[in-house]
Each structure stands twice: as structure tokens, then as C-alpha cells.
T-cell receptor
Framework: AQKVTQAQTEISVVEKEDVTLDCVYE???????LFWYKQPPSGELVFLIR??????QNEISGRYSWNFQKSTSSFNFTITASQVVDSAVYFC??????????????FGTGTRLQVTL | GAGVSQSPSNKVTEKGKDVELRCDPI?????LYWYRQRLGQGLEFLIY????????KSGLPSDRFSAERTGESVSTLTIQRTQQEDSAVYLC????????????FGPGTRLTVT
């Protein structure tokens, strides 16, 4: 069975601080996808990134970066120079990846990030 | 382009009544998913459609829950004889069936059972 653990329930930082959100996953599949979604106070989930299990290169997108380490089954998300607009709940998710077939997402419980001035 | 839409945005119902929640996926997306999010919690998978068939119904919590999809577009999630524990936000997502597996979510329907 698949499982995603986000041990940090809530994090508070002051604007411009860097913050890392942890994600640890469990799966018996050798091929899978990992995702991060953002859920701002408005409630709508916003896709941030997708990673497949064969690509362990770290990725940077502006102030966001992701560190995928298969050896520790982790897919951590760092926000550099955080801003108030980053305040949201962030979800890590895992999907099986059978060729040609879509698959459900297994979500972690989310980390609420509060960025204050 | 248009995203995933859901209606109603809010629904308050009395315990024991039936409710129908609607999802309109992104045009051309053949896969459609329903999730439930209880207050302060993560998302729980309910059911997944590939076209009009449902290969995975493993997340439906009881036989009071059912869903259908017609014409590879609109889907309806029906909850019969609602209970207070059914109160949650019900989220719908759609995706192209490809190796991308990105799911695009709608704004959700907030269901309150009194």
C-alpha cells in the first residue's frame, strides 16, 4: 500500500526566511510519480510539480526548489525568501504509474505554512 | 481555457436526505477523479473514471455513495441518506491519460449535513 507522510503539521516563518517542507513516501512500485500541490485559503488545489521515480535531478523554479532522494524516499520542497502569498497548505502526493493508465493520488495530510511580516 | 467546474459550491442538507454533486472536467480529459477532504485533513480518494467506466471504486466509504459519468464528460457523485460524518469538501479532478498524470482540481463542493 502507498503512503505519504508529512510530519510537519504547521510551520510559521517570517517573510524572507527560507523554509523546507518535508515529504516521505512509501510504495512497493518501482515506477511512480510524486507531486506537490498548494491549497491557498481560497481552497482550490494548485499543481506545483510532478516528478517521476527515474528522475532524481533536483529542480528549481524561481523561489521554489525540490529535492528528490530515492535512497531516503523523500521529496522535500523548499521555498526561498518566503512571501506572505506563500501562506497556504501544501500537500505532497504519490501516484502509481502504469503505462497508459491514469491513477489515483495518495495524499499526505498537508503542512500549513504561515508567512508573516 | 476553462478549468474543472463543480456545482453547487455549497450544499447544506438535513441528515437522511440524498444529495447530488456535479463535476464538469476539462474538455478532452478522459480521466476523472473524486476526492473527499474533511476539515483540516488531507484528501481521500473516492473513485476514478476512465471514460465512462470506473476501474477503481475502492475509496467509496459505503454503499450510500455512488457515482456515474456520461459521455466522457460530466460526472455526478450521489450520497444517499446523508450522515453528519459525510460533511466535507468534495473535490473533483481530471487529467489527460498520458504519462504526465497531472490532475487538475475543481474548486470543490462544501457539503454540510445538519
Amino acid at each position: 500500500a502507498q503512503k505519504v507522510t508529512q510530519a510537519q503539521t504547521e510551520i510559521s516563518v517570517v517573510e524572507k526566511e527560507d523554509v523546507t517542507l518535508d515529504c516521505v513516501y512509501e510504495t512497493r512500485d518501482t515506477t511512480y510519480y510524486l507531486f506537490w500541490y498548494k491549497q491557498p485559503p481560497s481552497g482550490e488545489l494548485v499543481f506545483l510539480i510532478r516528478r517521476n521515480s527515474f528522475d532524481e535531478q533536483n529542480e528549481i523554479s524561481g523561489r521554489y526548489s525540490w529535492n528528490f532522494q530515492k535512497s531516503t524516499s523523500s521529496f522535500n520542497f523548499t521555498i526561498t525568501a518566503s512571501q506572505v502569498v506563500d501562506s497556504a497548505v501544501y500537500f505532497c502526493a504519490l501516484s502509481e504509474a502504469y503505462t497508459g493508465t491514469a491513477s489515483k493520488l495518495t495524499f499526505g495530510t498537508g503542512t500549513r505554512l504561515q508567512v508573516t511580516l | 481555457g476553462a478549468g474543472v467546474s463543480q456545482s453547487p459550491s455549497n450544499k447544506v442538507t438535513e441528515k437522511g436526505k440524498d444529495v447530488e454533486l456535479r463535476c464538469d472536467p476539462i474538455s478532452g480529459h478522459t480521466a476523472l477523479y473524486w476526492y473527499r477532504q474533511r476539515l483540516g485533513q488531507g484528501l481521500e480518494f473516492l473513485i476514478y473514471f476512465q471514460g465512462n467506466s470506473a476501474p477503481d471504486k475502492s475509496g467509496l466509504p459505503s454503499d450510500r455513495f455512488s457515482a456515474e459519468r456520461t459521455g466522457e464528460s460530466v460526472s455526478t457523485l450521489t450520497i444517499q441518506r446523508t450522515q453528519q460524518e459525510d460533511s466535507a469538501v468534495y473535490l473533483c479532478a481530471s487529467s489527460l491519460v498520458s504519462l504526465s498524470y497531472e490532475q487538475y482540481f475543481g474548486p470543490g463542493t462544501r457539503l454540510t449535513v445538519t
